[in-house]
């Protein structure tokens, strides 16, 4: 790295190929060590099966609030709309919140059904997820 350059960090999704964006596992690493993973599917065309950088950063600063204490999620009701691989929401529950998860019926709902079995050992508060027609 040059001086003057920034490191970039390492959730960042830019400059990975679109085997790695669309179809790989994506791993979430929390700010204590916790790794989460998602399951992607469906390639670029299905924007509910992939982890895209605005779920990643807004779980980072979810995590950020949570530490600060700006934001306490221990025993908070969510309900995300559009969960897509449900990053967002499980990353919530990890946090102590009680979450839903909800997405189109079909093969979107069915993966986020398989993220939230694979990431439930990781939370403390509730997963669950539904099927919603939004």
């Not at 790794?35 to 779980?59: K, M, N, P, Y």
Request: aromatic share 8%.
């Amino acid at each position: 790295m040059s001086v003057g350059e920034i490191e970039e960090p390492s959730w960042m999704m830019r400059n990975r190929t679109p085997k790695e964006l669309y179809e790989d596992d994506y791993a979430y690493i929390s700010d204590c060590g916790i790794q989460l993973r998602f399951e992607q599917g469906g390639g670029a065309r299905d924007v509910g099966q992939t982890t895209w950088d605005g779920a990643i950063l807004l779980s980072k600063y979810f995590e950020h609030a949570q530490r600060t204490g700006s934001i306490d999620f221990s025993g908070m009701t969510i309900v995300e709309l559009g969960s897509g691989t449900g990053l967002v929401g499980t990353v919530c529950a990890m946090l102590g919140a009680n979450v839903v998860l909800t997405d189109r019926p079909g093969a979107v709902t069915d993966l986020l059904r398989r993220n939230t079995n694979r990431n439930r050992p990781s939370v403390r508060g509730t997963l669950n997820v539904e099927a919603l027609d939004w």
